[in-house]
C-alpha cells in the first residue's frame, strides 16, 4: 500500500470515530435495564393521621366528621362556638324553657327551674304513696292521672333543687279535665277529682289535697315567687266546689266538695255537703235505693274504714236514720250508727222507731240491730205505739216496716 493510501485510510477510520461520539453518549445516558419485566407494587397509603384539634373558622356550621375524633382534651368547637372559638360551651339547662322535661329526677340552683316530669302526655302518670300503718303492715295510697294527651291536663314532678334542706320532699301536681279525671284509691275508695298536689316524702308517705281546679305550665318562673311549684314554672289554680270530688265504693257513690290526706294521722278526710245514693242490688226495685247526705268523709288508712261523720242521714225505702257518724262497708252491707249519750243514733220507720248508742243498720235487707243503749217506741200489737228504755248490752233486733213516717222519736235524746 502505497502512503498516500495509508494517510486516506487513517482519515476515514477518524471520521468514523467521531460520526459514533454521539450514540456513544446516548447510550451511557440511558439506566441500565432493570432485570424485572414490570414495575414493583407501591407501598399502601399510610392511614391518616389522628384530627387535630377542630379550628373551625367562624362561617363553619358543619360539625366535625364522627370518624376522626378530636384530640383528647381538646374538645372540638361546636356550631354555638364558631364565632368566637375562645367562649366555652354554654350550660344545656340554659338552651331549655322553665317547662323543660329532661327527667323526673333532675335537680337544679334557684337560678335554674327545677324540670318538671316528661309525663305530662302520657297515659297513666302516677305517684305512690306508701304508709306503715300501726299493724306493721304496708298501706298503699296511688294517685293517677287518667288523660293521655297535655290538652286535657298536665302531670308534673318537682324535685328538691340544691338550696332547698336535705330530706325535702317531691311535689307533684296532676290535672285533667277529661272524663277519667285524677284518680286516688285509699283503700276500698276510689276518688276522681280534676285536680290533685301531691307531696311525696322520702320516706314514701305525705300529703295530697283534691278539688276542682285546672294546672298549667309557665314560660318561666314567676317574679317573686319562691314557692317550689313556682320555681318549677308550674301553676295550679284551686277552685273547691261542691259536688266535684267524687267517691265510688262498690255500687255507693259519694260527692264531696275538697279532699285532704296527711301522713300525720293517715286519715283521708273529703268535706262536703257530702251527698250519696247507693243502687239497689240486681233485680231489686228502685225504690230499695239508698239516699243520704253527711257534712264529711272519714277514711282512715290505717284501721282501713270509711265514716260518714256530721249529722249523717241515711233514707231507704220507708226507713230514715240519723247519726253523729256511721262506719260504712259497701261490700259488707252495713253501716253501723254511732251515737253519744247525749244523742243517741236513731232510725224510724214507720211508727216504729230505736234509739241506741250504736245502730246496725243492713243496707240490702233494710233492717237494723240496737246495742247498747237502747230507747224508743214501738208499735204494739193493737197498732198503738208505746216507749221504752234500756240500759241492756244484748243487741235488739228491729224489724223494718212499709210504712212512711217522719215522727221525732221518743226517748233519744239519751235522757
Known sequence: ???????????????????????????????????????????????????????????????ADPAFPAEEGS???????SANPDTPPPDPASLDGPDSVD????????????????????????????????????????????????????????????????????????????????QVTVDKNLIRAPLALVTQQEGGDGHIEMSAGTAQFLDEPPQGKTDRLSRCAVQADS??????????????????????????DGVARIDGPITFDRAPAAGKSETERLTGTSERIDVNVDNETTTLVGTVVLKNAGRVSKAARVDYDDAANVAILRGSPDKLAESVNGEEVICALVIRYNLDLNTVLAEGQIGGQFPDDGGSASSSSSLSGNPTPVPASPANSGTSALGCSGQ
Open 75 to 81: 374538645p372540638e368547637l361546636t356550631a354555638s362556638d
Open 103 to 182: 327527667s323526673v329526677n333532675s335537680t337544679s340552683t334557684d337560678s335554674t327551674p327545677a324540670d318538671p316530669s316528661p309525663a305530662a302526655d302520657q297515659e297513666g302518670a302516677s305517684v305512690t304513696l306508701t304508709r306503715k300503718a300501726k299493724d306493721g303492715k304496708q298501706r298503699v295510697i296511688k294517685i293517677v292521672r287518667t288523660g293521655l294527651t297535655d290538652d286535657t291536663g298536665i302531670f308534673a314532678s318537682c324535685t328538691p333543687q340544691d338550696s332547698d334542706p336535705p330530706g325535702s320532699p317531691t311535689e307533684s301536681v296532676f290535672s285533667e279535665t277529661g272524663p277519667g279525671g285524677i
Open 1 to 63: 500500500m502505497n502512503k498516500r493510501g495509508l494517510i486516506l485510510g487513517a482519515l476515514l477510520l477518524s471520521l468514523a470515530g467521531v460520526a459514533d461520539l454521539p450514540n456513544l453518549a446516548l447510550a451511557q445516558s440511558q439506566p441500565p435495564s432493570s432485570p424485572a419485566l414490570t414495575s414493583p407494587t407501591p407501598p399502601s397509603a399510610p392511614p391518616p393521621p389522628a384530627r387535630l384539634p377542630a379550628q373551625t373558622p367562624p362561617t363553619q356550621t358543619t360539625p
Open 239 to 264: 277552685k273547691p266546689a261542691p259536688d266535684t270530688v267524687f267517691v265510688n265504693q262498690g255500687r255507693t257513690n259519694l260527692k264531696g266538695k275538697t279532699l285532704v290526706y296527711d301522713e300525720s
